[in-house]
Each structure stands twice: as C-alpha cells, then as structure tokens.
C-alpha cells in the first residue's frame, strides 16, 4: 500500500508562488498515476491536476491551467505541484493521490497541505 506524505502549503500573498511535494514510499510509485486534489469546506473536492505513471501525460483543471504545473521524480518516489500566480480562490488544502491511471479511481491519498493566498 503506497503511502503519500504532503509538505509545502503555507501562507503567501496573492501572485506569489508555493511549490507542494508529495513523497511516497512505495517504489512502485512509478507504476502509478498521481494527482493533486483540493478542497475548501462546504465544496466538493477538485482534481487540479494530474500526471500519468510515465509523466508524459498531464491534465489540469480550467481553474488553474497556465499557473500550474505538476512533475513527477520518479527516482525520489515524489511527485511536485508548481503554483505560480496564485489567488486568494486558491486557498484550499491539498491533497496528492494515486491510481493505476490517470482516469481510474484514485486510491490511496495523503494527509493534506493547507495552502492559504491572502488577498
């Protein structure tokens, strides 16, 4: 069972830049898709981005595409998600995740990261 541990939420003004990581530690990590989820309470969880098991393949939410990026290092079991520009509606905790696809179910989640954009 693959367990993700997040880090790198914080407290920053809006247009700044926070970079959140995600390690795993399993090394079947490679096998596996990830994504980065969020959520603000009373709302639904959002996919904000995703990346395939050979990272080749990303998917991002309208919300965040071009502000965004999410990279995998495969050989430090890890998975980044670069947020530049960000907005006070970015403030949510955040979560990583894994699956056997980009598509399927995801299965395995971490703990969450607050990630607060003050205005």
């Known amino acids: 069972q693959v367990q993700l541990v997040e880090s790198g939420g914080g407290l920053v003004q809006a247009g700044g830049s926070l970079r959140l990581s995600c390690a795993a530690s399993?090394?079947?990590?490679?096998?596996?898709?990830m994504a980065w989820f969020r959520q603000v309470p009373g709302k639904e969880r959002e996919r904000v981005a995703a990346?395939?098991?050979?990272?080749?393949?990303?998917s991002y939410a309208d919300s965040v595409k071009g502000r965004f990026t999410i990279s995998r290092d495969s050989a430090k079991n890890t998975v980044y998600l670069q947020m530049n520009s960000l907005k006070p509606e970015d403030t949510a905790v955040y979560y990583c995740?894994?699956?056997?696809?980009?598509?399927?179910?995801?299965?395995?989640w971490g703990q969450g990261t607050q990630v607060t954009v003050s205005s």
């Open positions: 990346i395939s098991w050979s990272g080749i393949t990303t």
């Open positions: 399993d090394r079947t990590f490679s096998r596996y898709a």
């Open positions: 995740a894994a699956a056997s696809s980009i598509t399927a179910h995801y299965n395995y």
